[in-house]
């Protein structure tokens, strides 16, 4: 085991990214690994930023960076995630130790490891009414909108997803597109020397694990916890947290069985990302979390 202060054996990663589908084991294999190279966990997972939602958001029970860091209220942004992503990965080499990033949230993944171009802030009020005009004059409009002023975009982005149509508009007004030429987020280009590792899955498995964490969220008091989330003023990123809204308006069984299906649908767009991430090195993640920690440990090492 690498102790505090050693040297990286020669062509060693710096930093070791851990990227899977929810429920893949990532927070329980990635604290193993973590005991393994004398590693601190940070958290690139876009919900579990919030604080108030443990349970809901599957928060690791094992010390992890970036977790629990805003409130209900707080707007997400990957701006000021990657800017404590990246201080908090130096702070962690700083001191001799190996940073595990792990998560689902690609985009914050690919945020805590390289520099990303990211567009300013809109300006007060252009989200507002934007998000009016899709809910006013409807999909097809808000659209057809985007088609004339950002032809590319409009060709990747469904009329019915509202928020990437929304996002899109608003890129463009500021001279932005939701779809460069340049694609900055699947680069190789990183801050630090890294192994990136996705953990494979098969679907039934998945499947079996998503449907036992629901029980288990249930019979730990999910249902209290998001009742006291919504007495608070909730922010349109904390609200797409998967669940709450399901677990607020039905009851138990049927919230649970949209929740399975919604995290499934998400589970697989997860996967749709790994295919994508340049350079990421396969693990079979049905094994014992140690076992991988220990396949992962060793990948670092040689480099």
């Not at 969220?217 to 209290?224: L, P």
Request: with cysteine; net charge neutral.
């Amino acid at each position: 085991m690498t102790q505090l202060g050693e040297a990286a054996p020669a062509g060693a990663a710096s930093v070791i990214a851990i990227f899977g589908p929810t429920a893949s084991g990532k927070s329980v294999v990635a604290s193993a690994l973590a005991e393994r190279v004398n590693g601190r966990v940070v958290s690139a997972d876009a919900m579990q930023v919030y604080r108030g939602l443990p349970i809901l958001t599957n928060q690791p029970a094992e010390p992890t960076e970036l977790v629990a860091i805003w409130d209900l209220d707080c707007e997400a942004s990957v701006g000021e995630y990657q800017r404590l992503a990246h201080t908090t990965v130096d702070a962690i080499l700083s001191r001799g130790q190996t940073p595990v990033v792990t998560g689902g949230t690609g985009l914050y993944l690919r945020a805590a490891l390289a520099d990303l171009e990211l567009p300013p802030a809109p300006p007060a009020g252009l989200r507002a009414r934007i998000e009016e005009l899709y809910d006013t004059g409807g999909a097809a409009v808000a659209h057809a909108r985007l088609a004339a002023c950002d032809p590319q975009a409009a060709s990747r982005v469904h009329p019915n997803d509202r928020r990437r149509v929304v996002r899109a508009l608003e890129l463009a007004e500021m001279g932005e597109t939701l779809h460069p030429t340049t694609d900055r987020l699947w680069s190789e280009s990183v801050r630090h020397p890294a192994l990136l590792v996705g953990l494979l899955v098969s679907e039934s498995v998945l499947t079996a694990r998503i449907e036992a964490r629901t029980r288990a969220m249930f019979e730990r008091g999910v249902v209290d916890e998001v009742q006291s989330a919504r007495t608070q003023i909730l922010s349109t990123t904390a609200r797409r947290v998967i669940g709450l809204e399901e677990i607020a308006g039905l009851d138990a069984a049927a919230a649970a069985a949209s929740i399975n299906r919604r995290t499934r649908r998400y589970a697989a767009y997860q996967r749709k990302w790994m295919r994508r991430i340049p350079g990421l090195a396969l693990v079979d993640a049905e094994r014992d979390p140690g076992v991988v920690a220990d396949e992962i440990r060793e990948m670092a090492r040689a480099g």
